[in-house]
């Protein structure tokens, strides 16, 4: 479960937080105990209410959304998806989807779902990234190197950029790795590029299990089984060297000091040079 | 600047074929500048090579280094100590630097990762063009800074030609006409008198292949080498 962005931790796990002071009175007073469990009791069972992402409006992708489509419907073909992609473990096959957010935006937007209680998947791992504009294509190549299911890098709306054109940057680096995972032999669908305003938590939450989704459907990443296996490296290169420069002939430096008879000394790195 | 564009992945991955460890050498000039083959692009390459090895199941080791140029002899020093322990270099510079590297490593295979196209100019983020077809006897001064020998398609010296049409090329449409540009250009320069001198047949011959220079300050240097 996630932790930093509160929504679907401390929802699901029912908080840990009330048990401890709760926990030493516990023995002393018969009527507190039974009000303690049975207020445990509803709070767990509003918490895994709350824990299945598969009931959560959110779940649904837009296209469903617009179909109309009950609920229940994704919730089914969700299991069928899972169920068809068995992992050589013999666990079933739960999705890793990276979220690159923006700070200002989605990030925000993601901290706006957990301050709503709304409940996403807890497959998608959120980096926080300053601008979506610093974000290369070999870092989400990377990514999909290391074992993700799906990566999706979630920026601000046109024209809403903090650094004024970040987030285009981002639209365009998307589309070239989308290329690059394409030559490879991975789907390009694998990655997206989704624009998330920081108002926007019900969003955010819609699109992480969007992604999460696409990545049931799509199955696991072939590379996921290779992901800790390394094959090669960025060799470590000393800075060029150059030619140590011939000693001068014809003259050589004359500090400022030397040149006018009588100046004050001058003090440099090497030491204090007298006036000449 | 030279502009160069990456070859196919299919391409570049047949070359690969059968080598263990390969090592992905990059140039950090002009390849770099328009992104084909700088230090980011040797690591995308050499990234997409890894995962396409991992997926179809071979144990390759592919390695990546930039050097500064790979027109230089000095920037391939670093590289001598460990270019032994693969079995192919691939290059990503231009089809200069690649030709360097294999004349200084020639005891391993060298192999171009790039298609060098043009000697040009960027145009704008991602956008370059060509300016410049080293003909080794520039007239630049007579035609208001165009340059036809590179933007006219038929290399006219004294154009324009009867198939200019709306300022644009008869063989290619979606070209400009350089001889219009040029003309404009001495207009708003007001030297038009430049188009009424003819320009006489150009001496191709300074421009034989495979061209060779020394600068006149050693000249007297490498006459003076045994």
Same mark, same amino acid.
């Given at each position: 479960?996630?932790?930093?962005?509160?929504?679907?931790?401390?929802?699901?796990?029912?908080?840990?937080?009330?048990?401890?002071?709760? #926990?030493?009175?516990?023995?002393?007073?018969?009527?507190?105990?039974?009000?303690?469990?049975?207020?445990?009791?509803?709070?767990?069972?509003?918490?895994?209410?709350?824990?299945?992402?598969?009931?959560?409006?959110?779940?649904?992708?837009?296209?469903?959304? &617009?179909?109309?489509?009950?609920?229940?419907?994704?919730?089914?073909?969700?299991?069928?998806?899972?169920?068809?992609?068995?992992?050589?473990?013999?666990?079933?096959?739960?999705?890793?989807?990276?979220?690159?957010?923006?700070?200002?935006?989605?990030?925000?937007?993601?901290?706006?779902?957990?301050?709503?209680?709304?409940?996403?998947?807890?497959?998608?791992?959120?980096?926080?990234?300053?601008?979506?504009?610093?974000?290369?294509?070999?870092?989400?190549?990377?990514?999909?190197?290391?074992?993700?299911?799906?990566?999706?890098?979630?920026?601000?709306?046109?024209?809403?950029?903090?650094?004024?054109?970040?987030?285009?940057?981002?639209?365009?680096?998307?589309?070239?790795?989308?290329?690059?995972?394409? &030559?490879?032999?991975?789907?390009?669908?694998?990655?997206?590029?989704?624009?998330?305003?920081?108002?926007?938590?019900?969003?955010?939450?819609?699109?992480?299990?969007?992604?999460?989704?696409?990545?049931?459907?799509?199955?696991?990443?072939?590379?996921?089984?290779?992901?800790?296996?390394?094959?090669?490296?960025?060799?470590?290169?000393?800075?060029? #060297?150059?030619?140590?420069?011939? =000693?001068?002939?014809?003259?050589?430096?004359?500090?400022?000091?030397?040149?006018?008879?009588?100046?004050?000394?001058?003090?440099?790195?090497?030491?204090?040079? =007298?006036?000449? | 600047?030279?502009?160069?564009?990456?070859?196919?992945?299919?391409?570049?991955?047949?070359?690969? +074929?059968?080598?263990?460890?390969?090592?992905?050498?990059?140039?950090?000039?002009?390849?770099?500048?328009?992104?084909?083959?700088? +230090?980011?692009?040797?690591?995308?390459?050499?990234?997409?090579?890894?995962?396409?090895?991992?997926?179809?199941?071979?144990?390759?080791?592919?390695?990546?280094? *930039?050097?500064?140029?790979?027109?230089?002899? +000095?920037?391939?020093?670093?590289?001598?100590?460990?270019?032994?322990?693969?079995?192919?270099?691939?290059? *990503?510079?231009?089809?200069?630097?690649?030709?360097?590297?294999?004349?200084?490593?020639?005891?391993?295979?060298?192999? /171009?990762?790039?298609?060098?196209?043009?000697?040009?100019?960027?145009?704008? /983020?991602?956008?370059?063009?060509?300016?410049?077809?080293?003909?080794?006897?520039?007239?630049?001064?007579?035609?208001?800074?165009?340059? %036809?020998?590179?933007?006219?398609?038929?290399?006219?010296?004294?154009? /324009?030609?009867?198939?200019?049409?709306?300022?644009?090329?008869?063989?290619?449409?979606?070209?400009?006409?350089?001889?219009?540009?040029?003309?404009?250009?001495?207009?708003?320069?007001?030297?038009?008198?430049?188009?009424?001198?003819?320009?006489?047949?150009?001496?191709?011959?300074?421009?034989?292949? %495979?061209?060779?220079?020394?600068? +006149?300050?050693?000249?007297?240097?490498?006459?003076?080498? /045994?």
């Amino acid at each position: 479960m996630l932790g930093p962005l509160g929504g679907p931790c401390s929802a699901a796990q029912g908080c840990d937080a009330p048990k401890t002071r709760s #926990s030493q009175r516990e023995d002393q007073n018969p009527l507190r105990n039974k009000t303690v469990a049975l207020k445990r009791e509803r709070e767990y069972s509003k918490a895994e209410e709350y824990s299945q992402p598969a009931f959560s409006i959110f779940n649904r992708t837009t296209d469903e959304l &617009e179909e109309g489509r009950p609920v229940n419907d994704t919730q089914a073909s969700h299991a069928a998806h899972g169920a068809g992609h068995e992992l050589e473990t013999g666990k079933a096959y739960e999705p890793k989807v990276v979220a690159y957010c923006c700070t200002y935006c989605a990030y925000t937007a993601a901290d706006l779902a957990g301050s709503m209680r709304l409940s996403y998947s807890p497959q998608v791992r959120i980096i926080k990234t300053l601008c979506t504009g610093k974000i290369d294509a070999l870092l989400l190549l990377k990514a999909f190197e290391e074992g993700a299911d799906a990566v999706f890098v979630a920026g601000c709306n046109i024209g809403d950029c903090h650094f004024l054109e970040g987030n285009l940057r981002a639209i365009q680096v998307v589309a070239h790795a989308k290329h690059l995972l394409a &030559e490879i032999g991975l789907e390009p669908e694998r990655l997206e590029f989704f624009h998330i305003p920081a108002s926007a938590g019900p969003l955010f939450a819609q699109r992480a299990n969007q992604m999460v989704e696409r990545a049931m459907a799509l199955g696991p990443n072939p590379l996921r089984f290779s992901a800790h296996e390394k094959y090669g490296k960025k060799l470590q290169r000393e800075p060029d #060297s150059h030619p140590a420069l011939p =000693p001068a002939r014809f003259g050589r430096l004359v500090t400022e000091a030397e040149r006018e008879k009588g100046a004050t000394p001058v003090r440099t790195p090497e030491g204090t040079i =007298p006036g000449a | 600047m030279i502009v160069a564009k990456r070859k196919p992945l299919e391409q570049i991955e047949g070359f690969l +074929e059968g080598a263990e460890r390969v090592l992905v050498v990059g140039c950090g000039t002009c390849v770099a500048v328009c992104m084909a083959g700088g +230090e980011k692009e040797v690591e995308i390459l050499a990234e997409q090579l890894r995962m396409r090895a991992k997926l179809a199941g071979r144990r390759q080791q592919i390695d990546e280094v *930039t050097v500064t140029r790979q027109c230089d002899r +000095e920037y391939f020093a670093p590289l001598a100590a460990c270019v032994d322990q693969y079995d192919l270099l691939l290059s *990503t510079a231009c089809g200069a630097g690649v030709q360097f590297l294999a004349e200084r490593f020639d005891h391993k295979p060298v192999l /171009p990762a790039l298609n060098t196209l043009f000697i040009g100019v960027a145009e704008g /983020p991602g956008v370059w063009s060509q300016r410049c077809t080293a003909c080794a006897d520039c007239i630049l001064d007579q035609t208001g800074g165009i340059c %036809p020998m590179t933007m006219c398609a038929k290399n006219l010296l004294n154009g /324009p030609c009867g198939g200019t049409n709306h300022g644009k090329c008869e063989v290619d449409g979606t070209k400009d006409c350089a001889w219009t540009l040029i003309y404009r250009r001495l207009e708003k320069l007001g030297r038009l008198d430049l188009l009424k001198k003819i320009q006489l047949p150009k001496d191709y011959s300074v421009a034989t292949k %495979p061209a060779r220079f020394t600068h +006149e300050a050693f000249q007297k240097a490498e006459n003076q080498e /045994p």
